[in-house]
């Protein structure tokens, strides 16, 4: 695809989705896409909650007319529809968890019989490992998983589509590099009906994305992860795709813990996540996402050098960030949830005020 192509895919697809918003904010009230305030949520008022369709069309649009059609690309198409439509039937009627898991484990194997399938991957000490039968397991693991991720960490205004815009961007880069060129264009795309989105919602939102966004935006990045990085398996780590989407898997992945630790349902809300940690160590909600965004860009920025360099460096990069993730969440009470253990001494914001 010629670069100016590429330019204006993405100019269309930032306007496109910039356009549709407003139409969405209107839209909600007459569906009933309300999102109502409560003790675990953060906002004081009534959020239009569909603001993911704009996010969806210009993505969806924006594929159709500039990507060039092959099997997977359809199926990631054909997946992508299944699960908008099932966050926005949740967004306007709360879906029982089941329904929509089922409806994830649909669209994911939509992709997998498609051909986004990770079939090997290399390791840090070298070599390659054949997944054989596991494959499929394993790649439905890894989509559903990256799709509720991103939904787990939606709960600042612009923190899901900003940290989505910098894995986005970060995966598009590194494809780009291992020659991936549909793979890098397509996240791109996904970037860019993210940014187009992210004037309305961030601090103070006039719209959250919904489930029919947040879901959305980790699938196709799950999606993207494998159909970019999978047939560079031989220069490229396993643990690439989990470096750039390091904030969504580890605050999930520490969620489980947390909750195991304190005797909790798996599967049931806490205000322990990173947003609200930090939150509850006395930064403004505008702060917090700030932070947020400012650690995605250093995790970005991580997975290309790791990306280019030999495997003993980034095995000693990886177990580096690996160590620092681990105390960094331990330090601010991810794992155990309570009293952080570090406070920032400065005057607490209205918002505060609900941790």
């Not at 089922?102 to 840090?124: D, E, K, W």
Request: aromatic content about 10%; glycine content about 8%.
């Amino acid at each position: 695809m010629p670069i100016y192509m590429i330019i204006i895919a993405i100019a269309a697809t930032a306007l496109i989705a910039y356009f549709i918003v407003p139409l969405a904010i209107r839209i909600a009230p007459r569906i009933d896409a309300i999102d109502e305030p409560d003790q675990r949520k953060v906002h004081q008022v009534a959020m239009p909650r569909v603001g993911g369709i704009a996010i969806f069309l210009a993505f969806f649009l924006s594929v159709l007319i500039f990507i060039p059609k092959s099997a997977q690309v359809n199926g990631l198409i054909i997946g992508t529809v299944i699960i908008f439509i099932t966050g926005l039937l949740d967004d306007i009627y709360g879906l029982p968890a089941w329904v929509k898991l089922l409806a994830q484990i649909l669209a994911a194997s939509v992709a997998i019989f498609s051909g986004i399938v990770v079939s090997f991957v290399t390791n840090p000490f070298d070599g390659m490992l054949n997944l054989g039968y596991l494959s499929i397991p394993i790649t439905l693991l890894w989509i559903v998983g990256i799709t509720n991720a991103i939904n787990l960490i939606d709960g600042l205004d612009g923190l899901a589509a900003g940290v989505s815009a910098i894995a986005g961007c970060t995966l598009g880069i590194v494809t780009l590099l291992n020659g991936q060129t549909v793979a890098a264009v397509m996240a791109f795309i996904l970037v860019a009906s993210t940014i187009g989105f992210l004037p309305y919602n961030f601090y103070p939102a006039r719209t959250f994305m919904g489930d029919c966004g947040s879901n959305l935006l980790g699938f196709v990045l799950g999606c993207l992860a494998i159909l970019g990085l999978a047939k560079s398996a031989a220069i490229i780590s396993l643990f690439i795709p989990i470096i750039i989407l390091v904030i969504p898997i580890f605050d999930t992945f520490f969620a489980i813990i947390r909750r195991i630790y304190n005797k909790t349902p798996i599967f049931s809300p806490d205000k322990d996540h990173l947003h609200h940690r930090l939150m509850g160590m006395g930064f403004s909600h505008q702060n917090s996402v700030l932070i947020i965004y400012g650690i995605s860009g250093f995790f970005a920025v991580t997975a290309i050098i790791v990306s280019s360099i030999s495997s003993p460096k980034a095995t000693l990069v990886l177990s580096l960030l690996l160590l620092l993730i681990v105390v960094g969440a331990f330090k601010i009470g991810l794992m155990t949830g309570g009293k952080p253990r570090v406070q920032i001494r400065h005057e607490h914001t209205k918002h505060s005020e609900n941790f």
